[in-house]
């Protein structure tokens, strides 16, 4: 069955580290996501890609990159991490039919100390 | 401001007894309004999409309704199971974005007891 995964599912890093978190979907969706949740606040988008070699910046894409070499993947990258991205991270993807339905992964507890 | 706020926060009931779940929205344009649902530990689970034409529609013993004249919808939960806890999400999504302007409410956290 096709799914999406994400990895690791947990991970504990220091201030100051570069951190990848990784998502693979087998669904050969064009369009990727990457949300953060935490406490107090609905899910917030940090980077999208519609396509290989497509990213853009969401509504809280400070201190994170993205890059899109294949339809599977779409890993996030913290450059330096900060204890304010502490939080969970899901991924998601969508095909290009509307309503553009998201299947969501399992998430990726990242915790900075 | 585009803004989604669900009501309430959370809910405790009895197994067996039915539940609504309340969510109002302030986006525009508007596309479609999802809900979905979030197991503890796990990603969120779509149970419904509804387009603005579309005032119901079901999903087992789930069923969403949507006013879009007054920007309200509602997840009710018929003959709740001790699975149902879990928090529920509604999703507002614009018109003119793939998917993009997705605008998520905090959720409401329901505790099925028996």
């Known amino acids: 069955d096709a799914e999406i995964t994400q990895s690791p599912r947990h991970k504990i890093t220091e201030t100051g580290r570069q951190v990848t978190l990784a998502c693979h979907q087998t669904?050969?969706?064009?369009?990727m996501f990457w949300y953060r949740q935490d406490l107090g606040h609905g899910l917030r988008l940090i980077h999208y890609?519609?396509?290989?070699?497509?990213?853009n910046k969401g509504e809280v894409s400070d201190g994170y990159s993205v890059s899109r070499s294949n339809t599977e993947d779409l890993p996030l990258t913290l450059e330096s991490a900060a204890s304010s991205q502490t939080s969970v991270y899901f991924c998601?993807?969508?095909?290009?039919?509307?309503?553009?339905?998201?299947?969501f992964g399992p998430g990726t507890r990242l915790t900075v100390t | 401001k585009n803004q989604v706020e669900q009501s309430p926060q959370s809910l405790i009931i009895l197994e067996g007894k039915n539940c609504t779940l309340q969510?109002?929205?302030?986006?525009?344009?508007?596309?479609?309004l999802r809900w979905y649902k979030q197991d503890t530990g796990r990603g969120p689970v779509s149970l419904t999409i509804?387009?603005?034409?579309?005032n119901t529609k079901s999903n087992g013993r789930y069923t969403a309704t949507l006013d879009a004249d007054t920007k309200q919808s509602s997840l009710h939960i018929t003959a709740s199971q001790l699975s149902d806890s879990a928090s529920y999400i509604c999703?507002?999504?614009?018109?003119?974005?793939?998917?993009?302007?997705?605008?998520f409410g905090k959720g409401t956290t329901l505790s099925v007891s028996s």
């Open positions: 509804m387009t603005f034409s579309e």
């Open positions: 669904w050969n969706h064009n369009n």
């Open positions: 999703v507002v999504s614009s018109f003119d974005q793939a998917g993009t302007a997705l605008i």
């Open positions: 890609s519609y396509g290989v070699h497509d990213t």
């Open positions: 998601a993807s969508s095909d290009g039919i509307f309503p553009y339905e998201q299947y």
């Open positions: 969510c109002n929205y302030t986006v525009s344009p508007f596309s479609n």
